[in-house]
């Protein structure tokens, strides 16, 4: 895979969604209190914004490897599928639970329109995309892979 839109795409995606993730995470380690005046869900005892900054954490250095070419291009494109898919497993769940809410008071019971949750769960989605249907390794790449 050469160094292209789509890598650095991912690459932008995965910060946003870390920054995303680390300012709810900051706010909830700091003040105790979830940011923007959600519920908030948690998961094996800890709060799932934690989890969901681990994971784009992840993703953004998978992809910083895509792009600086540090990585193999297969392995580091097989850990964006893999952590995406289980991110979107994680905040689909979490966006789920929701639904009650939101049929209940609308969107606009939510600051950005949609919980945390979901606006999550779209990053995790937009990110698998690309990793799954977009970007295309080097046939080079996947020959000398199978041979090895």
């Given at each position: ?16 969604g870390l920054l ?6 900051g706010?909830?380690l700091?003040?105790?209190t ?7 869900p948690y ?10 900054f ?6 953004t250095?998978f992809?910083?490897k ?6 193999e ?16 497993l994680?905040?689909?769940y979490?966006?789920f639970?929701e639904i009650?809410v939101?049929?209940?008071d ?7 329109g ?5 606006l ?13 249907f ?5 046939k ?5 892979t199978?041979?090895?």
């Amino acid at each position: 895979m050469r160094k292209n839109k789509t890598s650095v795409a991912l690459l932008v995606l995965s910060i946003a969604g870390l920054l995303f993730s680390g300012y709810l995470s900051g706010v909830k380690l700091f003040t105790s209190t979830c940011a923007f005046n959600e519920a908030c869900p948690y998961f094996l005892g800890y709060p799932a914004c934690y989890f969901g900054f681990v994971m784009f954490l992840l993703l953004t250095l998978f992809s910083f490897k895509l792009v600086a070419d540090k990585a193999e291009h297969l392995e580091g494109l097989l850990g964006i599928k893999i952590v995406s898919v289980l991110g979107i497993l994680f905040a689909g769940y979490f966006t789920f639970l929701e639904i009650p809410v939101l049929l209940k008071d609308g969107l606009g019971a939510y600051i950005f329109g949609l919980p945390t949750c979901t606006l999550g769960f779209l990053f995790y989605l937009a990110i698998a995309i690309l990793a799954f249907f977009v970007v295309k390794p080097n046939k080079s790449e996947y020959n000398q892979t199978i041979t090895n």
